[in-house]
């Protein structure tokens, strides 16, 4: 039984039951609330399920107007080829969900979050060249890749 459920599990049902409420309250009789007629809505009105990220607006219009106007005397001199752009990420490979659905009642016990990570580099150079990833760990070999040969692994 899987108890890890996506929201658009429960936002769709709501979405439903309010069309039906509204279909019944114009008096409309020939109406069904089904999946495949919440799927059509979703595809002609462009609605989509996602997840609002905080980043885009952490940096002020001001500050990149300035920062496009002073980045071309900063480049001035160096080749195109070693001109890049990186940027990190974190896999938590051990991590376990932090939120589920629990019956009113049931006591719901999480565990310490496990902090167990790796860090990758990515970049990319102004004419699109993509070097290999850069993976930064704790240990030069660790346990999840015992059994993997590292030279054939894709990153430095």
């Not at 599990?9 to 409420?21: D, G, N, R, T, V």
């Not at 565990?111 to 070097?131: A, M, Q």
Request: charged content about 25%; some cysteine; proline content about 7%.
């Amino acid at each position: 039984m899987n108890i890890f459920v996506n929201a658009d599990q429960i936002i769709s049902p709501l979405l439903k039951e309010k069309a039906l409420y509204f279909s019944k309250e114009l008096k409309i009789d020939n109406f069904t609330d089904s999946d495949g007629w919440l799927d059509c809505l979703k595809k002609r009105q462009n609605i989509n399920y996602k997840a609002i990220p905080g980043e885009p607006a952490s940096v002020s219009i001001e500050l990149t107007s300035n920062w496009k106007a002073v980045l071309p005397s900063l480049l001035k001199g160096y080749d195109m080829n070693d001109i890049f752009n990186p940027d990190e990420t974190r896999i938590f490979f051990k991590a376990l969900p932090n939120k589920t659905l629990v019956f009113k009642g049931n006591n719901c016990k999480g565990t310490k979050v496990s902090k167990e990570r790796l860090t990758v580099l990515l970049c990319s150079s102004v004419l699109g060249e993509k070097p290999p990833p850069l993976v930064i760990g704790k240990s030069k070999r660790p346990r999840c890749f015992l059994k993997l040969k590292l030279k054939n692994l894709p990153t430095t």
